[in-house]
């Protein structure tokens, strides 16, 4: 028990250093992806089945993102990161949320570039609309999702970061498919 006691006395006390030292940032701002959805088109005929074509269009998705970092050392740290987006195409309206989680590694500096490779998993809700002749297939699903990218915050106070760019290829497989969709974030980053 003693031996056990002293053990973990000096781990703390090799790790403290570390940790008092160690940085948590905060950052919250704007999101714009496009994604890619499976649109169905009818063609009017007199019968009681008419053919029907599948297509792919895009949405313009506006949302949220709020991500948060913890570097245990200056130059490496864990991101978890959340994000909301959501737009309207053709009569139909998309909601996308990810739930991401992973590695990032940054220089430390007044301008300060980083990369991310984060995984998580996406939901993604599609309510079709009946009025329009390209309809929408309306669904809601989750998938695996995944994240990589980077970006550039710059330092404005000591405490206060602008994140003036990051992009990121987030990737899911619903429907069966991979889709590669484009994802960019501007904002706010707050560092303790």
């Known amino acids: 028990m003693r031996k056990t006691s002293l053990l ?8 403290l250093p570390g940790v008092a030292k160690a ?14 959805v499976n649109v169905q088109t009818t ?24 991500a948060g970092s ?8 864990f991101t978890a990161d959340f994000a909301g987006n959501y737009g309207t195409a053709q009569g139909s309206t998309l909601h996308m949320q990810t739930y991401l989680f992973g590695p990032q590694v940054h220089l430390p500096g007044s301008v300060s570039p980083f990369v991310h490779a984060l995984g998580g998993i996406a939901h993604e809700t599609i309510a079709g609309s009946s009025t329009s002749v390209p309809v929408v297939l309306p669904y809601s699903a989750n ?20 994140r003036v ?8 497989r619903f429907g069966s498919a991979t889709q590669h ?9 707050i560092h303790f």
Do not use: M
């Not at 940032?25 to 714009?32: E, N, R, T």
């Open 143 to 162: 998938s695996f999702a995944a994240a990589v990218g980077g970006g550039i915050d710059i330092k404005v106070v000591p405490f206060v970061s602008l």
């Open 23 to 36: 940085q948590v940032q905060i950052f919250g701002g704007y999101s714009y992806v496009r994604p890619t």
């Open 181 to 189: 969709q484009p994802r960019a974030s501007a904002g706010i980053v």
């Open 165 to 172: 760019i990051q992009i990121d290829d987030v990737i899911t």
């Open 43 to 66: 063609v009017p005929c007199p019968g009681p089945t008419c053919p029907v074509t599948t297509t792919s269009t895009h949405f313009n998705l506006n949302g949220w993102e709020a």
């Open 70 to 77: 913890f570097n245990p050392i200056p130059v490496f740290g």
């Open 8 to 15: 973990f006395l000096a781990a703390l006390f090799v790790l």
